[in-house]
């Protein structure tokens, strides 16, 4: 049974925040110097568990996200 697009926009936004607090954590590490200009090398998380593998899957068939195997996604700049 396909998502429905409700489902699908509230997933990709839930997906979008955690990827965003991700980067953000990852750059405020030790080891990272403000003025080195290294910024976060995280591309592909583990999506919120809030929603099913299917509307994971879904969003990466219609093109919004990138499957890096194991369970992990990439967001598709320009989406």
Known sequence: MPA?????????KAFRKRLKLTKLDDDSRL???PLSGSRSTVVAI????GFPREVWAE??????L?????GFYGLVEGK
């Open 59 to 64: 969003l990466a068939e219609k093109g919004f």
């Open 66 to 70: 990138k499957s890096d195997g194991g």
């Open 4 to 12: 429905t697009e409700e489902e699908l926009k509230k997933a990709l």
């Open 46 to 49: 583990q999506p919120p568990s």
């Open 31 to 33: 080891g990272h110097g």
